[in-house]
C-alpha cells in the first residue's frame, strides 16, 4: 500500500536556560495559545505553566485537557482560553485520550486524508490524573511510544475537588483528606510516589524530565525537547497552587524556585538516546526545607520532628543528584535542631484558612 | 487514494467475529483500538493479522483496559479518524464511564459487541446484560442473528453514525459464541459497493490545528439541558435516517433489512415470542416445528433497541393475543423482576388499543442455547394465558419451574 510519508515539526531551543522569570527572552515566539480570560486563582501555578508550555510549542498543536483545575477552572461553555483545539477529557483518560488523538493523526496523514505538518499532541494532566486515576493509561500511551507530549502539572493535590492529598502529596502537607490533629499530628503520612522517575525507569524509549515554574526557559526548552523527540515524552512540572498551599499569591514563581534551592523537587533530564539521567542542573542556592515550608501554611502545623524528617528525604533527594551535602543540611536532619512550625492554635488558624 | 485493496464480491465462510474484522476492513477504519476478552477478541485478532498482512492501513493499538479503548477511540474520532473498537461482558462495563462523554461530544465511535455473561462467577456465554446495562447512554444499539447480518450492521451503523444528521456512536452486537463463533457463508461485497455506500468520515468539528475548537468545556447548569435535548433530537431524529440507510443499503447490496423488526410466521401468529440476537435462529426452527403441530406460534425479533421503535413494536406486538418476551439479560429488580425488554415492551404498548397479554421468560440464559422442548413450554405457557385470559405470573425461569 502506498502512503504519504509524516512530516515532523522541529522546534528551536532556548539560550540561557536557567534565568528567573524575570529575564526577558526575545527569542520567546509572540503567539498566546493559552490567553488571559478564564477563572483560574491569582497566582495559579498550573496556568503559568500552561502558558509557558503553549508558547514553547506553538500554533500548529492540539491540548488535551483530562479532568482537574485546568479543566474545571480554564474552560466554560462558549468561553475558553484556547486559540489552539483542545478537548476535555476524563480524569482517568490522559494518555490514552491523547494516544487516539496522535494516532488519528498518524494514521490521517500517512493515508492522505489530513494534510499538513505532524500536530504537536500535548496533554496537560494534573497530579491526581497523572500519578493516581490515570497513571495506567499514561503508561500505556509511553509504552506504545505514540509521538505526543504528556504533562503532570504538578501542584501535589487535588486541587479542584477542594484540596485532597493524591499520590504526589508531599509527607507533612495538609489537605482535607489528610488533616493533621492529635492522633496524625503530621497531616500526610506517606512521602509521595516518585511518579517522573517511575516514568523513565518504565519506558525508557521515552524523554522524561522535571521542571518548575521557577525556572521558565528550561520548561519551555523542555517541552521543546519532548516534542521534537520522535515518540514519547513526559514532563512532570512543579506547579504551586495558592489555594491548597496557602501562600502570598505574588510568591508562585518565587516558591517554584525555592522548592527546587531546598532539594525537595530535583530537576533532571532523562535521556533517551544514551539510557541515562542528566543530574547536572543546580540551582543557584541550596537552602535547608524549613525555607521553603515556611512560606506556606500546609505545613504550619509541622513538628521539629516532622521538618526534620522531610531534611532526611531532601537530603537523600541532593545525594541522589550528585550533590555533596553541606554540613548545615546534615545538621538539619537532627530534629535537636529544628523548633516547630507553629503553636497548635496557629495551625489550627491557618487549617481554616485552607 | 484507496487505501483498501479493490476487492471482488465473493461469499466465504466465516464466523461472526472475522465478518466483524471484515467489515471494518471495507470501512477502511483509520484507527483500532483492541483489548483481549473472550468472546470478542477473535475479531481484534483477525484485524491485527490484516494490519500485519498490509490488507489494511490502520493505527492498531493494543490499550491497557477497556477504558482507555474507549478513551483512544473517543481521542481519535475527536481528530477526524474512523475509529473501530470492541469488547464482551465485564469489559464492556470496565469503559462504562466512557460512553456519555463520547455520545455527548457526538462522535461516531463504532464498538462491536460479542455478548458475554456479567461476572459472577465468569461465564463465557452469551447473556445481552453487559452491552444494555448502557443503552441508555447514547449510543444507537442493535443485535445481529447471523454473521451475514453482523457484517451488513457494521457497514449500515457507520453510515447512520457519521450521518451529519445524527452523530452518534454506535454498539453492534452479536450475541457470544452463536454468532461470534459458528461459521456460516457471508457475502463479502465488491469494494466500489462499499464505497458508493459508506463515504469517508469527517466531522464537522474535528480537533485540528487550522480550525481551533473547544471540545467538551465546563457548563453552568442551565448550559446543560439544551445539550442533553439536542442529544436527545438526535437520538430521535436518527430514525429517519435509519430508515433511509437501510433502504439504500438494500438497493446497493441486494440485502433489504426492516431496520426495526424481524416478522418471522407472524401472519396469523396468536402467540409470538419477542427476542433479539441469535436466538432467533433457533427460534425460527422451533416455529416450523410447532407449525407442524398446528400450534398458531411466530416470532418478532427486534434488530435495534436504540433508538426504540416504539410506534412499530406497538403496531406489531398488538396484533397478537400473548407475548412472549425472550429476555437473555438479567435485569435483576425490574419491573417483572426477570429482564429489561419487557419493560420497554410493555411501555410501547401501553397506547394500544387491545394490549396483549405479556410474559418475561428468563431463558437463553448463561449463554445455554434455547432447546426445541423450551420453545414448547414456553409456547404452553402462552397458550394457557391466552386460554385463561391471565398470565399466570410476569416471570418464569425457564428450566426450573414445572
Known sequence: MASIEVQRQVLPILANPNQGARFYNPELPSSEPFVPGHRTCAGCGPSIQYRMTSKAAGDNTILVGPTGCMYVANSSYLCTPYNVPWAHTQIGSAGSFTAGVAAAYEAMIRKGKWRGHYPNIICEAGDGSASDIGLASISGALYRNHDCLIICYDNEQYANTGIQASSRTPYGGMTTFSPPG???????????????????????????????????????????????????????????????????????????????????????????????????????????????????????????????TMQKFANEQWKMMGVELPEGLIQAADPKNQVNMAAAAEAEAIAETV | MPTVTATKKKTVRINGCVASAQAAKYADVDVIAAYPIRPYTATMMALAQMVANGELDAEYIVADSEHSQLSIAHGASSSGARVFTGSSGVGVQFAYELYSPISGSRMPVQMMIADRTLDPPGDFGSEHTDALSTRDMGWLMGWACDAQEAFDNHLIAYRIGEDRRVLLPQMVCQDGFFVSHITSDVELPDSSQVREFLPPYKHPYPLDPRHPVSHGPQIMPEQGPPLQLERARAMEGSMAVIEEVHKEFGEIFGRHYDPWLEEYKTDDAEVVFFLQGGHGVTARFAIQHMREKGLKVGMVRLRTIRPYPTDRVCEVLSKFKVVGVIETNMGLGSPSSGGVLYADACAALYEAPERPLVISFMAGMGGEAIVLKEFYWMTEKMIQAQKRGKIEKRTHWVGFEE
Not at chain 1, 187 to 200: E, H, N, Q, V, Y
Not at chain 1, 228 to 240: E, F, I, K, Q
Not at chain 1, 254 to 276: A, F, H, Q, S, T
Not at chain 1, 296 to 303: A, D, E, N, P, T
Open chain 1, 182 to 308: 492529635p492522633e496524625v499530628p503530621e497531616g500526610k503520612k506517606l512521602f509521595p510516589k516518585d511518579l517522573a522517575r517511575m516514568m523513565a525507569a518504565g519506558h525508557p524509549h521515552c524523554y522524561v524530565a522535571t521542571a518548575s515554574v521557577g525556572y521558565p526557559i528550561d520548561l519551555m526548552n523542555k517541552v521543546r525537547k519532548g516534542l521534537n523527540h520522535r515518540g514519547a515524552a513526559y514532563l512532570m512540572v512543579y506547579t504551586p497552587c495558592q489555594k491548597g498551599f496557602v501562600y502570598e499569591t505574588p510568591r508562585s514563581i518565587d516558591l517554584g524556585r525555592v522548592v527546587v534551592e531546598c532539594g525537595l523537587y530535583p530537576i533532571w533530564e532523562w535521556n533517551p538516546e544514551k539510557r541515562e539521567f542528566d543530574y547536572s542542573f543546580r540551582p543557584q542556592n541550596i537552602r535547608p526545607v524549613s525555607e521553603y515550608l515556611k512560606l506556606q501554611g500546609r505545613f504550619g502545623h509541622l513538628h521539629a520532628e516532622h521538618i526534620a
